[in-house]
């Protein structure tokens, strides 16, 4: 198969095929998880609100959420827990897990395969299949550990 042949659909080829349009506010909640890169649907209202402008149509937080809703159920977007409080949204075209420093928030990304063995287990042991795009773990950061903060 040719390179091009696995090529992600357009958002609006994905959209029309489910009988749905290509509004400027989905557009604008995708591009604003790209931009946050792990953003909480309030976080991408204030990204959307600044980008507007003092003049611009910013959309509500009902409307940022059943747009993340969408672009979620389309395969664009994941949510992930990464504690307590509102999930943060991320692209779905760059699979990654979640881990996070309880001292300071730091968020760092983590290529999946880090959890391969544990998946292997959970799968033997239990029969579950991981679901990694919605992994968060939660520990200390090197920088938190070195200035002796860690909890």
Not at 62 to 82: A, C, D, I, K
Not at 88 to 109: E, K
């Amino acid at each position: 198969m040719a390179d091009h042949d696995h090529e992600p659909v357009p958002l609006a080829q994905q959209l029309r095929s489910r009988g749905l349009r290509l509004t400027t506010q989905r557009q604008r909640v995708l591009e604003a998880v790209g931009a946050l890169e792990h953003g909480t649907p309030e976080q991408i209202g204030t990204w959307l609100a600044e980008q507007a402008g003092p003049d611009g149509a910013a959309p509500d937080t009902s409307t940022v959420y059943r747009n993340l809703e969408l672009l979620e159920r389309l395969g664009l977007v994941w949510h992930t827990h990464l504690g307590k409080g509102a999930p943060v949204y991320h692209a779905a075209q760059h699979p990654h897990l979640h881990v996070v420093c309880a001292v300071c928030g730091r968020i760092d990304s983590v290529d999946p395969a880090v959890m391969d063995g544990v998946a292997e287990r959970l799968a033997a042991d239990l029969g579950y299949s991981l679901d990694v795009g919605h992994v968060a773990l939660s520990g200390t950061c090197r920088d938190c550990r070195a200035a002796g903060s860690e909890s």
